[in-house]
């Protein structure tokens, strides 16, 4: 028989991987305050992951024990000492033992092949972008020869801020500042590590509607996050104004792989 609080789980985990993200994404409010949207968002993705883990140990487990901790330590002794649990144990417990070993080592896997490779493709454009880019005289930026306009930051130990020198033509002073406070408030607030997990969902679970929805949910947050921030640093009354004007400029410039753009990651 399949313990409760097994079920409970993975009823939890059935809401978090498909009716709370469509809800949340679907939400008003986020736009309103997009860093409680993002906490949202973090809480949904841990919680899905734990739950649908949860619920295959507990049933996996059963048969050592009527609690996670009581039934690890007696699982344990099963292997070390041969120790016989006190229920029989059917091939339905075998199964969700393994199921919630390969998700987990799966999850946790993708999560850190996903930081691997993020980094690395970060930083093999960091240093090609080094040999390219010069200093923007009076703001704090390097400059990329292209004529199209374009701004985006590369986030890690040594975050680089660059700008086109189209984008830098096209601007005004003002215009110029509001698109270097957006992205100076990615890296300040390390937008890429609120990303990352939910890149590495989307790659984990591909057949799951949710983890697109996460994903670009989240992209979408963390760049109206960035405008807040950036108008709280503009002076003026048509600083709204200035900074989508210069958020539009930007849109369509792109931006290396694995680079926080003013449109949104790429």
């Known amino acids: 028989m399949l313990p409760l609080s097994a079920l409970l789980l993975g009823l939890l985990a059935f809401a978090l991987a498909w009716p709370v993200p469509v809800v949340l994404g679907r939400a008003a409010w986020t736009r309103r305050d997009p860093l409680a949207a993002?906490?949202?968002?973090?809480?949904?993705?841990?919680?899905?992951?734990?739950?649908?883990?949860?619920?295959?140990?507990?049933?996996?487990?059963?048969?050592?024990?009527?609690?996670?901790?009581?039934?690890?330590?007696?699982?344990?002794?099963?292997?070390?000492?041969?120790?016989?649990?006190a229920d029989p144990v059917r091939g339905d417990h075998w199964v969700?033992?393994?199921?919630?070993?390969?998700?987990?080592?799966?999850?946790?896997?993708v999560l850190v092949l996903s930081l691997v490779r993020t980094a690395r493709t970060r930083a093999r454009h960091r240093a090609l972008l080094e040999l390219?880019?010069?200093?923007?005289?009076g703001v704090d930026a390097?400059?990329?020869?292209?004529?199209?306009?374009?701004?985006?930051?590369?986030?890690?130990?040594?975050?680089l801020l660059v700008l086109s020198s189209g984008m830098v033509a096209e601007l005004a002073p003002g215009e110029l500042a509001a698109v270097v406070a957006h992205e100076r408030a990615h890296l300040a607030e390390r937008h890429h590590l609120l990303l990352l997990p939910f890149v590495a969902w989307r790659e984990a679970l591909?057949?799951?509607?949710?983890?697109?929805?996460?994903?670009?949910?989240?992209?979408?947050?963390?760049?109206?996050?960035?405008?807040?921030?950036?108008?709280?640093?503009?002076?003026?009354?048509?600083?709204?104004?200035?900074?989508?004007?210069?958020?539009?400029?930007?849109?369509?410039?792109g931006a290396p792989r694995g680079a926080l753009a003013a449109g949104g990651e790429c």
Do not use: Y
């Open 96 to 109: 969700a033992q393994t199921l919630a070993a390969v998700l987990a080592l799966e999850l946790v896997g």
């Open 142 to 159: 390097r400059v990329l020869e292209s004529p199209v306009p374009a701004a985006f930051c590369i986030p890690g130990a040594r975050p």
């Open 206 to 253: 591909p057949v799951l509607p949710a983890a697109d929805r996460a994903h670009d949910a989240v992209r979408d947050l963390v760049e109206m996050r960035a405008d807040d921030v950036a108008l709280r640093s503009l002076a003026g009354a048509s600083s709204r104004r200035t900074l989508a004007k210069a958020i539009v400029a930007a849109a369509d410039g």
């Open 38 to 85: 993002l906490v949202c968002w973090q809480a949904v993705g841990l919680a899905g992951g734990l739950s649908i883990i949860g619920a295959l140990l507990v049933h996996g487990l059963s048969p050592w024990g009527g609690s996670l901790p009581e039934a690890w330590w007696a699982w344990l002794r099963h292997w070390f000492t041969g120790a016989q649990p």
């Open 132 to 137: 390219l880019v010069d200093p923007v005289p």
